[in-house]
């Protein structure tokens, strides 16, 4: 009897408090009543960021399980888009013998891809910003299966090379507007957790994608590469027209009557009118230095610990030991599982770091800065993981494992800087996510589609000597400008003058 006397004196305080929490919102005019009541019965608090609206509609209110579902079929789109740019890695001796052009130029089957897929998304964040994201996700899902079609059917290189170039334009929205429908579905606290899995994804489509077709070219030919890649969209196709829901959703709009969460339908939603400065939008934030040092940061360590080494652990492999497609695709099985490792640590530690700064701060967030002491640790280990697999791979004389090894440990560090730098841009202009995502998208590609050009020049040159460069690009590019960005981001004039810009 004491017992329940207690439980109810219990239950009779927790309603006192939550009619307090009420009186206090309703009073303010922040919120109202019932807003603050839906938030109260949903979530125990309405300190929330950002502020759901009282609605099943609003994303940020879908159950955890919709969430994930979305997540994951963006987060395996982004990766299909690297992964169809490094698919006919194994293939370039293949296609060069049937094609009847040197290896050098099967291989810019795989550039031509990367630069494509850089430049494509400042065409379809406009259009995913009226029309919603899954409209766009799914009807370009039927152009790359048309042009991975294509590119299975090709019998010339000219041919070959237009079907990549509409297959990346096609593929490219999932691995720039991702982090934008990753942000329009998840709390401020668990978003660092979210847009580490939708990096990791596109990180690790790299290597695997040459891991998996070194079995298929040896055994049926490259063309079932772009047969492989065919099959899979349509999988995407369904699974986004089955399970897939809009998170394109804005707040505060008393217009819209829909009380659940809309499925694929084609009607706009932001009735904004459509300008062409918008397309070029993204590149506002190249003075935007909360964005624009992150994405250079991020892309000289996306170039040099996952394009360097997937483009040279071929021609290293191939060439001094004779390896057939299928045993060196087994080699790039190390910068997936360093990708792995590097996701695992830098979520967790990303996500502690920012819940520590929290509870130090009287339950205010800490400025989006304190998450960059994280990223030099990444830098570390590229750094560290670069110089042995550049030293080792110029000293190889018999096989071992060694380039593998650093190869490994430069694809963990990336992953950490990439988790790192990626929510911090995320951070500072949360309610442009899609925009930061299609810039940092566009630096990264490009880098990526010129280094290459000038990779073999620099190896032949310089020989081992190669990893002095690589440390010198990496810490000017990388570990300096965020040391200065860290410093100058605390100070109140800098955040100012960047908000109103």
Same mark, same amino acid.
Request: charged share 15%; aromatic share 12%; proline share 6%.
């Given at each position: 009897?004491?017992?329940?006397?207690?439980?109810?004196?219990?239950?009779?305080?927790?309603?006192?408090?939550?009619?307090?929490?009420?009186?206090?919102?309703?009073?303010?005019?922040?919120?109202?009543?019932?807003?603050?009541?839906?938030?109260?019965?949903?979530?125990?608090?309405?300190?929330?960021?950002?502020?759901?609206?009282?609605?099943?509609?609003?994303?940020?209110?879908?159950?955890?399980?919709?969430?994930?579902?979305?997540?994951?079929?963006?987060?395996?789109?982004?990766?299909?888009?690297?992964?169809?740019?490094?698919?006919?890695?194994?293939?370039?001796?293949?296609?060069?013998?049937?094609?009847?052009?040197?290896?050098?130029?099967?291989?810019?089957?795989?550039?031509?891809?990367?630069?494509?897929?850089?430049?494509?998304?400042?065409?379809?964040?406009?259009?995913?910003?009226?029309?919603?994201?899954?409209?766009?996700?799914?009807?370009?899902?039927?152009?790359?299966?048309?042009?991975?079609?294509?590119?299975?059917?090709?019998?010339?290189?000219?041919?070959?090379?237009?079907?990549?170039?509409?297959?990346?334009?096609?593929?490219?929205?999932?691995?720039?507007?991702?982090?934008?429908?990753?942000?329009?579905?998840?709390?401020?606290?668990?978003?660092?957790?979210?847009? +580490?899995?939708? !990096? $990791?994804?596109?990180?690790?489509?790299?290597?695997?994608?040459?891991? #998996?077709? %070194?079995? =298929?070219?040896?055994?049926?030919?490259?063309?079932?590469?772009?047969?492989?890649?065919?099959?899979?969209?349509?999988?995407?196709?369904?699974?986004?027209?089955?399970?897939?829901?809009?998170?394109?959703?804005?707040?505060?709009?008393?217009?819209?009557?829909?009380?659940?969460?809309?499925?694929?339908?084609?009607?706009?939603?932001?009735?904004?009118?459509?300008?062409?400065?918008?397309?070029?939008?993204?590149?506002?934030?190249?003075?935007?230095?909360?964005?624009?040092?992150?994405?250079?940061?991020?892309?000289?360590?996306?170039?040099?610990?996952?394009?360097?080494?997937?483009?040279?652990?071929?021609?290293?492999?191939?060439?001094?030991?004779?390896? +057939?497609?299928? !045993? $060196?695709?087994?080699?790039?099985?190390?910068?997936?599982?360093?990708? #792995?490792? %590097?996701? =695992?640590?830098?979520?967790?530690?990303?996500?502690?770091?920012?819940?520590?700064?929290?509870?130090?701060?009287?339950?205010?967030?800490?400025?989006?800065?304190?998450?960059?002491?994280?990223?030099?640790?990444?830098?570390?280990?590229?750094?560290?993981?670069?110089?042995?697999?550049?030293?080792?791979?110029?000293?190889?004389?018999?096989?071992?494992?060694?380039?593998?090894?650093?190869?490994?440990?430069?694809?963990?560090?990336?992953?950490?800087?990439?988790?790192?730098?990626?929510?911090?841009?995320?951070?500072?202009?949360?309610?442009?996510?899609?925009?930061?995502?299609?810039?940092?998208?566009?630096?990264?590609?490009?880098?990526?589609?010129?280094?290459?050009?000038?990779?073999?020049?620099?190896?032949?040159?310089?020989?081992?000597?190669?990893?002095?460069?690589?440390? =010198?690009?990496?810490?000017?590019?990388?570990?300096?400008?965020?040391?200065?960005?860290?410093?100058?981001?605390?100070?109140?004039?800098?955040?100012?003058?960047?908000?109103?810009?």
């Amino acid at each position: 009897m004491a017992d329940d006397a207690l439980h109810g004196v219990t239950k009779s305080e927790e309603a006192h408090d939550t009619e307090t929490q009420l009186k206090e919102f309703s009073s303010t005019g922040v919120l109202s009543a019932a807003h603050s009541r839906f938030l109260l019965d949903r979530y125990g608090t309405v300190d929330l960021e950002p502020l759901p609206d009282p609605t099943p509609a609003d994303p940020l209110n879908w159950p955890q399980r919709k969430k994930l579902i979305n997540l994951a079929l963006v987060a395996f789109h982004s990766c299909i888009c690297s992964f169809t740019a490094s698919s006919v890695i194994p293939a370039f001796k293949d296609i060069s013998e049937r094609l009847g052009v040197s290896i050098q130029a099967a291989s810019y089957m795989t550039s031509l891809q990367i630069a494509v897929l850089g430049v494509a998304p400042l065409l379809w964040h406009p259009l995913a910003k009226r029309y919603g994201r899954l409209p766009i996700y799914v009807l370009c899902l039927l152009g790359s299966i048309a042009s991975n079609v294509g590119s299975a059917r090709s019998g010339t290189y000219g041919t070959l090379a237009a079907c990549r170039a509409l297959g990346a334009f096609f593929i490219s929205p999932a691995a720039a507007l991702g982090g934008g429908t990753v942000q329009e579905m998840f709390f401020a606290q668990e978003r660092a957790r979210y847009i +580490g899995v939708w !990096t $990791l994804m596109f990180t690790i489509g790299v290597p695997f994608a040459p891991f #998996l077709f %070194g079995f =298929a070219v040896e055994r049926a030919g490259y063309e079932w590469i772009f047969w492989s890649l065919a099959i899979t969209n349509v999988i995407q196709f369904i699974l986004y027209v089955a399970l897939g829901s809009e998170t394109r959703y804005i707040r505060g709009r008393s217009d819209d009557p829909s009380p659940v969460p809309r499925r694929l339908a084609l009607r706009r939603i932001d009735p904004t009118p459509f300008s062409m400065l918008e397309f070029v939008h993204p590149f506002v934030y190249a003075v935007r230095w909360r964005v624009a040092i992150p994405a250079a940061s991020y892309a000289m360590s996306f170039l040099f610990c996952n394009v360097v080494t997937t483009v040279e652990i071929p021609q290293l492999f191939a060439e001094k030991f004779h390896f +057939g497609a299928q !045993t $060196l695709g087994l080699q790039f099985l190390a910068l997936m599982v360093g990708s #792995l490792v %590097g996701e =695992a640590l830098g979520s967790a530690a990303s996500s502690f770091w920012m819940a520590r700064g929290i509870s130090k701060n009287d339950g205010q967030r800490p400025r989006p800065e304190r998450r960059l002491w994280l990223s030099y640790i990444g830098y570390a280990w590229a750094i560290c993981g670069i110089v042995v697999f550049l030293v080792m791979s110029a000293q190889l004389r018999v096989y071992n494992v060694s380039p593998v090894v650093g190869a490994g440990i430069a694809a963990a560090g990336n992953q950490v800087v990439t988790t790192v730098l990626v929510n911090y841009a995320v951070d500072c202009y949360p309610s442009d996510a899609a925009s930061v995502g299609v810039y940092i998208t566009f630096v990264r590609q490009i880098w990526g589609f010129i280094g290459p050009f000038w990779f073999p020049q620099m190896f032949t040159a310089t020989g081992a000597g190669s990893a002095g460069v690589a440390v =010198a690009l990496l810490v000017g590019v990388c570990v300096l400008p965020t040391i200065v960005l860290q410093l100058a981001g605390g100070k109140r004039e800098l955040r100012s003058r960047e908000d109103g810009a």
